[in-house]
């Protein structure tokens, strides 16, 4: 059975940082490009962040470029995304995602709430 | 960059009906559409990619078509689990999604 479990979200500052993480099972994490997609509270969805199988090239829209950072650990099997600079407009559900061959949105978690407030 | 336009933002049916829900294109992009069903509380799940291809487990009901800038999902007959809302992603150039559209029943 496919899982990502994602971990990490809660309540920070803006202007600080955050860590999420993904642990995944159920399929060979390193044959396939990962990403990040949020979901700000009753809003559509906005990808954050793609991870290429070796973790050589990663994406990013220019609303987080520069201070959001994907990462992966083939051996774990796991995904992060290191958050600097946080925002209020930051706040999201942050979902871990598995790209398939053919670019599309295949397996997701079940997402970790980020909330950015004083 | 790519913008979707998805219409109906809600969409009100009968259980039976037939359901077109929409995306359009800011320009073309070659039919990589996909469509996700999103029940609420739940993540997303993947129903149709590349536009008219049928991912694993989806029911039959399900439906895509489309081509260059206009894009359609089409339920052939609307059942109660149904529920929930919709979204279209585009990946020919980037990711941008749709706003989503809320389906309920009558």
């Known amino acids: 059975e496919v899982q990502l479990v994602e971990s990490g979200g809660g309540l920070v500052q803006p202007g600080r940082s955050l860590k999420l993480s993904c642990a995944v099972s159920g399929f060979t994490f390193s044959d396939y490009f990962m990403a990040w997609v949020r979901q700000a509270p009753k809003k559509g969805l906005e990808w954050v962040a793609t991870i290429t199988t070796t973790g050589s090239r990663t994406y990013y829209p220019d609303s987080v470029k520069g201070r959001f950072t994907i990462s992966r650990d083939n051996a774990k099997s796991s995904l992060y995304l290191h958050m600097n600079s946080l925002r209020s407009e930051d706040t999201a559900t942050y979902y871990c995602v598995t790209i398939a061959s053919g670019d599309w949105f295949v397996y997701w978690g079940q997402g970790t709430l980020v909330t950015v407030s004083s | 960059d790519i913008q979707m336009t998805q219409s109906p933002s809600v969409l009100s049916a009968s259980v039976g009906d037939r359901v077109t829900i929409n995306c359009k294109a800011s320009q073309n992009i070659n039919k990589y559409l996909d469509w996700y069903q999103q029940k609420f509380g739940e993540a997303p799940k993947l129903l149709i990619y590349?536009?008219?291809h049928l991912h694993t487990g989806i029911p039959s009901r399900f439906s895509g078509s489309g081509s260059d800038i206009d894009f359609t999902l089409t339920i052939s007959s609307l059942q109660p689990e149904d529920v929930a809302t919709y979204f279209c992603?585009?990946?020919?150039?980037?990711?941008?999604f749709g706003a989503g559209t809320k389906l309920e029943l009558k």
């Open positions: 590349h536009t008219n």
């Open positions: 992603l585009q990946h020919n150039n980037g990711y941008t």
